[in-house]
């Protein structure tokens, strides 16, 4: 019978990111339901390297997949790894981050493994059940595995990271066969700029069509430089050409999940909401006191961004300067 | 260089504002559906890759009830020639893992009848949201499979390449055909149905395949295939009321905002 929970941890361009802490935090919450023990696999370039890392961070047992495909991220060969391993530790559960990456996984394990799968998972409850939104995160649902084996994955920031505690555990190597490729890697081209990544920002400065051009969008930026927070937009702003569609948050962009939401200039029509409802603290700064984003935020300020943004983060940066050092 | 392309779309609730029964089930009963938002991209992917190779056919895929097959003619309305309905009662209640399995028969039989290029989905659907399926489809067909595809860089009849939005930057990716193609929303601005594709979307007509038709058991599809269930639906937690920062200027306001900020520890 299966047993065990299993964090598969994969590499992005060779390096771990923290939202890898998170799966193992994650996993920890379902082992400690399920009454498992709590194991992963590092499955990708780099794996044996990074494999001590996840190993002392309160798993039983870690795995290590790594092989010449794995190099680069193509959604078979990956599939085949995370499978080997899936299957070497006998888990019930499998998790996977809610990345590009982590969900194509996900679901090519989920019909190898003739496993159910939830996607995007925010809670898990007392009795492994999971909960995730749907209908654009309208409505939450409650979810549960029909199958002996269940895969999911886990929406950013929602679980805290796990931490290093004790002696790390044994790892093991997993062998795979890749078989004859498919896909083939050609390239990649990084992000020129140094943007935060705003899936897994834990802020984010957010504007609209209330910013009425691609210039409104210069003091948005400088106020997100002084919080250290990432860029988000709404869908107008996008289809108005004033900032590129990978800012897009929403149901036709990405959903955020950051401790804090600075919405600036959006109404918030509930395909908005529906990318950033589930943000820690909303802050809305509009003209309009009734629009439904300043109804629903946490902190509003009415007014004219344009006064507004340069204030406020002229005023951030003043506490940052004389802020002592800790 | 003809190419025999798929395009899978589903009826989808026409707005996400839905609120529960007291069955926690979600209040979707009368609400108008529609062509799945995301699809709208992958439909215009598939008839501009249509275009783009002379001899082309795309055809347009869905599981569902009868009535799903609107979504096929809005297809047909948009440029794809052809469209198959997957239905019956036994398809009900499936989630990505059954809809997947069911799909992947389906192109199993359209491959036999000729041999299937390329399948497009969409980003998710805006009711469910998963954005598997597309990649399960793949998987129970041991194809190629490639997500959040912004750009069919080049075709032919032997591979596809296209560029793939990651967190951190761009991937340029090849696969071997057949292959399975999930596109995100910057793929393209898709046209608005013509005249002419009303017309011959009100002609159409699908067949119709059930899970017997597609070499399948009941058992394998639908609520009794699916490998996970919805046990309840609930709406978010309601947020606390929030708090209006006052102040006789906009200096002053911009203080106040940032004493918060330095309070509750967010900056």
Redesign the interface.
């Known amino acids: 019978m299966a047993n065990g929970i299993l964090v598969v941890v994969i590499p992005?361009?060779g390096t771990l990111s923290p939202s890898s802490y998170e799966l193992l935090g994650a996993g920890k919450v379902l082992a400690d339901a399920l009454k498992q023990p709590l194991l992963a696999a590092v499955v990708g370039g780099n794996a044996a390297a990074l494999a001590g890392d996840v190993a002392s961070r309160g798993v039983a047992k870690a795995f290590t997949v790594e092989h010449a495909s794995l190099k680069?991220?193509?959604?078979?060969a990956y599939?085949k790894a995370a499978a080997a391993a899936a299957e070497k530790s006998g888990a019930a559960r499998v998790i996977l981050p809610s990345?590009?990456?982590g969900?194509?996984l996900?679901?090519?394990l989920?019909?190898?493994l003739?496993?159910?799968?939830?996607?995007?998972v925010t809670e898990i409850l007392s009795d492994g059940?999971v909960r995730r939104?749907?209908?654009?995160?309208?409505?939450?649902?409650?979810?549960?595995?029909?199958?002996p084996v269940?895969v999911l994955t886990v929406a950013p920031m929602t679980f805290p990271r796990a931490e290093t505690a004790g002696a790390a555990a044994p790892v093991e190597a997993v062998a795979f066969d890749p078989g004859a490729p498919?896909?083939?890697?050609?390239?990649?081209?990084?992000?020129t700029s140094r943007e935060i990544?705003l899936?897994?920002a834990e802020?984010v400065v957010a504007g609209g069509f209330g910013l009425g051009s691609a210039e409104g969008f210069k003091p948005l930026f400088d106020l997100a430089h002084a919080?250290g927070a990432a860029v988000g937009a709404s869908r107008r702003a996008v289809d108005s050409g004033w900032i590129p569609?990978?800012h897009?948050v929403g149901?036709?962009?990405r959903t955020v999940r950051p401790?804090?939401y600075v919405a600036i200039g959006i109404s918030g029509q509930?395909?908005h909401l529906?990318g950033m409802?589930?943000s820690g603290?909303?802050?809305a700064i509009n003209t309009d006191?009734d629009c439904p984003l300043?109804?629903?935020?946490?902190?509003?300020?009415?007014?004219?961004y344009a006064?507004?943004l340069p204030?406020?983060t002229?005023?951030?940066k003043a506490?940052?300067g004389h802020a002592v050092p800790a | 260089m003809a190419l025999n392309i798929v395009v899978c779309v589903k009826s989808t609730?026409s707005?996400?504002?839905?609120g529960?029964d007291a069955e926690g089930r979600?209040k979707i009963a009368g609400v108008p559906t529609a062509l799945n938002?995301?699809d709208e991209f992958a439909v215009e992917a598939a008839v501009r890759l249509k275009e783009g190779a002379p001899g082309s056919t795309a055809t347009a895929l869905t599981v569902g009830p009868d009535a799903a097959a609107e979504v096929l003619r809005e297809a047909i309305a948009r440029g794809v020639d052809a469209g198959a309905l997957v239905t019956g009662p036994e398809f009900e209640g499936g989630?990505?893992?059954a809809t997947?399995l069911a799909l992947s028969a389906a192109l199993k039989k359209l491959h036999a009848e000729k041999p299937v290029s390329i399948v497009l989905f969409g980003?998710n659907t805006?009711?469910?949201?998963?954005?598997?399926?597309?990649?399960?489809t793949?998987?129970?067909l041991d194809?190629?499979?490639?997500?959040?595809v912004k750009k069919i860089e080049a075709v032919d009849d032997k591979s596809v390449?296209v560029l793939?939005?990651?967190?951190?930057?761009?991937?340029?990716?090849?696969?071997?055909l057949p292959?399975c193609v999930s596109t995100?929303?910057?793929i393209n601005e898709p046209r608005l149905p013509s005249l002419k594709g009303k017309m011959a979307s009100k002609k159409a007509v699908f067949p119709k395949w059930t899970a017997a038709d597609l070499g399948l058991q009941p058992a394998q599809v639908g609520a009794a295939g699916?490998?996970?269930?919805?046990?309840?639906?609930?709406?978010?937690p309601a947020?606390?009321a929030?708090?209006?920062?006052e102040g006789a200027t906009?200096?002053e306001?911009?203080?106040k905002?940032?004493d918060?900020?330095?309070e509750?520890k967010?900056?």
């Open positions: 992005s361009r680069d991220f193509t959604e078979e599939a990345t590009i990456a969900r194509a996900a679901a090519r989920a019909v190898h003739k496993a159910g799968l939830a996607t995007d059940r939104g749907y209908y654009g995160g309208n409505l939450i649902a409650e979810v549960e595995f029909k199958t269940g498919k896909t083939e890697f050609v390239s990649f081209q990084g992000e990544d899936g897994a802020k919080l569609y990978k897009q149901l036709t962009g401790k804090l509930i395909q529906a409802a589930s603290t909303i802050i006191k300043m109804q629903m935020a946490s902190i509003s300020v009415q007014g004219e006064e507004l204030l406020i002229n005023e951030i506490r940052k | 609730p707005t996400v504002n839905v529960v979600p938002p995301f989630d990505s893992y997947s980003k805006s009711d469910a949201g998963a954005g598997v399926v597309g990649t399960q793949a998987a129970w194809w190629a499979s490639v997500s959040a390449t793939r939005n990651m967190e951190d930057g761009v991937d340029t990716v090849k696969l071997s292959a995100i929303k910057e699916a490998g996970s269930v919805v046990v309840k639906a609930a709406l978010p947020r606390p929030g708090l209006k920062v906009a200096a306001k911009a203080a905002l940032v918060i900020l330095v509750r967010l900056i």
